[in-house]
Nanobody, 125 residues
Framework: VQLQASGGGLVHAGGSLRLSCQAS????????IGWFRQAPGREREGVST????????YVADSVKGRFTISTDNANHRVYLQMNSLKPEDTAVYFC???????????????????WGQGTLVTVSS
């Protein structure tokens, strides 16, 4: 299994970025694929996860209405469109895949089986 995250960068508050996660090595249409983030000194936080079998989406309250997760099933990619970015969104963003039911819920990062390397998002005020 491989997950390759990209698309991070520096953006002003109010701006947008789109993160991409290229996935391979597992059945893409039957998995939980999520985006997590971790800021310095803080715990890893679930941002949004999609259940690829039916497209069901889980979203953290902190990003609801601003971030949107989506998939390109043909190319095995997962996107995180981030709009109206805030300085508190600054973090390293990771994509992860869960190949089984997510014990403890979608926010439980320990329930995911494989992780990408992370991409840094910095939002300046």
């Amino acid at each position: 299994v491989q997950l390759q995250a990209s698309g991070g960068g520096l953006v002003h508050a109010g701006g947008s970025l789109r993160l991409s996660c290229q996935a391979s090595g597992f059945r893409f249409d039957y998995a939980f694929i999520g985006w997590f983030r971790q800021a310095p000194g803080r715990e890893r936080e679930g941002v949004s996860t999609i259940r690829t079998s039916d497209g069901y989406v889980y979203v953290a309250d902190s990003v609801k209405g601003r971030f949107t997760i989506s998939t390109d099933n043909a190319n095995h990619r997962v996107y995180l469109q981030m709009n109206s970015l805030k300085p508190e969104d600054t973090a390293v963003y990771f994509c992860a895949v869960g190949l089984h039911d997510l014990t403890g819920g979608w926010r439980n990062w320990r329930a995911y089986d494989h992780w990408g390397q992370g991409t840094l998002v910095t939002v300046s005020s």
